[in-house]
């Protein structure tokens, strides 16, 4: 499985985003696909989850209630909207692939990748 990610840009506070991740590979319907983020100094964070099938998604407490992720296994792709952007929300934005049947939702860290797509920048401006 390949990911590409897209969608990052530039935003002021209280705007919108919506990121895509476009996978390649057949099986791509079989993996559960997370969104994480990077801040500049700082650790590697998860952001959000969903199921394989798009029937549970899970959230960080931080972006609960802005953030909205989907998938369209049709087109292969997972979707990230966000919401009421923050300046604090300023990453790099990741989306990554494991394998469903290796995971216990809603717990997942990066340990349980399997496939990891290259980010995509997000900067809000206050």
């Known amino acids: 499985v390949q990911l590409q990610a897209s969608g990052g840009g530039l935003v002021q506070a209280g705007g919108s985003l919506r990121l895509s991740c476009a996978a390649s590979g057949r099986t791509f319907s079989s993996y559960a696909t997370a969104w994480f983020r990077q801040a500049p100094g700082k650790e590697r964070e998860f952001v959000g989850v969903i199921s394989s099938s798009g029937g549970s998604r899970y959230y960080a407490a931080p972006v609960q209630g802005r953030f909205t992720i989907s998938r369209d296994n049709a087109k292969n792709t997972v979707y990230l909207q966000m919401n009421s952007l923050k300046p604090e929300d300023t990453a790099v934005y990741y989306c990554?692939?494991?394998?469903?049947?290796?995971?216990?939702?809603?717990?997942?860290?990066?340990?349980?990748?399997?496939?990891w797509g290259k980010g995509t920048l997000v900067t809000v401006s206050s």
């Open positions: 990554a692939a494991a394998l469903e049947s290796g995971l216990r939702l809603p717990f997942i860290t990066g340990d349980d990748i399997d496939y």
